[in-house]
């Protein structure tokens, strides 16, 4: 591996808006790329893979350089990044160019010895104290699991649009385009890319024929049961990957009600729908109004609500710094509002099925079991918890519920 200075400012760049600006990473490495519009592909990769290891692994490579790993220690001055940074790429390489960036470092093996035997499984992990307590409270030693195996960087997963293509139509078509896919047993709608790329400057993207999506997130929208012909409500749909998916299978026939509070989010899911050539989803903005007049409408409900993520770790390493004792209060508090007042558009006989990217169980089964022993007209009536230590994909709860009385 070969150093490039202005990459390796790139880089330190993502982390100042990560951790001073309080970006999300995502965001932070989209801005830095569209301040070097000169870099290609393969400079892209470079900063995008790396930005997301230092961010990952930030709280271990603190304890190896001898920095402060206590909750509120955070890098506010660009020389601590660029010595996070030096002590990265240090342990990957053994030694480093002689950059004015790349001060005050210690010997490799000194580095490597400190690195190698974190004390606490909240270093291993890269958590904050808070939420590795969380957590254990939570899952018990569970919660050591799904940090281990969040601690990686993510496959990418497509869904493939069929109402274009099939499987493999779209495996030939993409090996066509220099992209191997491989299929994944329990997901039918699912192929998981053999080896990472851009993936959005193909053709077979830009003709809509697949959508970038989590093998597990692709279990969500069959779990729903839907049928063409029937009245859908996509109540949290956000950008609308789960809206999409239930469109295929109901084979453009019927009428999806998209629904979300942020109107960007509904402009990015009516783009990607005319992509996908999915015809039957209408957008709402929720306001006071929309969910009065949406009462006992629908045969299906979806309600993917806010969560605090701890099952995405992997794809949203800056997530461990976001978790607090507030935002978990916060996003619970969401959740009940949202079971409150949403099911109210639900016919009687119809289903819905309510979703978390969460693995804890407060925000998944509990919240569930609150909701029933106040609405005795519904019945659980299957759920399920994909674990990313047991399912290998994101960490994702799903329970079905029917509405049996008005």
Known sequence: ?????????????????VFQEHAY???????????NKRWGARDRAFVAEHSYNLIRNHKRLRYALGMPTEDGAQEQHTDALRRLAAGYFLLLLKELP?????????????????????????????????LWQYGTRQMGEGWQRELAAMHTQADVYLRVNTLKTDIHGLRERLLQEGFATEPVEEVPSALRLTERGNIFRTKAFQEGLFEVQD??????????????????IDACAGAGGKT????????????????????????????RARRNEVFNIETRLIDNQTIKRLRGSADRLLLDVPCTGSGVLRRNPDAKWRITQTFA???????????????????????MVYATCSVFPEENRRQIEHFLALNP???????ELLLPSYHGWDGFYMARLRKTAP
Do not use: C
Request: glycine letters at 4%.
């Open 1 to 17: 591996m070969k150093l490039h200075r202005n990459l390796i400012e790139g880089i330190i760049e993502v982390l100042q808006k």
């Open 25 to 35: 990473s995502d965001k932070a490495i989209e801005s830095v790329f569209k301040q």
């Open 98 to 130: 002689s950059w004015d960036l790349f001060t005050d470092i210690p010997a490799y093996t000194q580095l490597q010895e400190r690195y190698d035997r974190p004390p606490h499984p909240s270093i291993a992990y890269s958590v904050s104290d808070w």
């Open 215 to 232: 093998a597990g997130s692709q279990l969500i929208a069959p779990f729903l049961e839907v049928k063409a012909g029937m009245r859908v």
């Open 244 to 271: 999409l998916h239930l469109a295929t299978l109901m084979r453009n026939k019927g009428h999806i009600i998209a629904m979300d509070v942020e109107e960007w989010k509904l402009k990015e899911l009516r783009k």
């Open 329 to 351: 209060d916060e996003v619970k508090a969401k959740q009940q509002k949202i079971l409150e007042l949403y099911p109210q558009m639900l016919k009687t006989g119809g289903k």
């Open 377 to 383: 007209h519904f019945e659980l009536e299957a759920e």
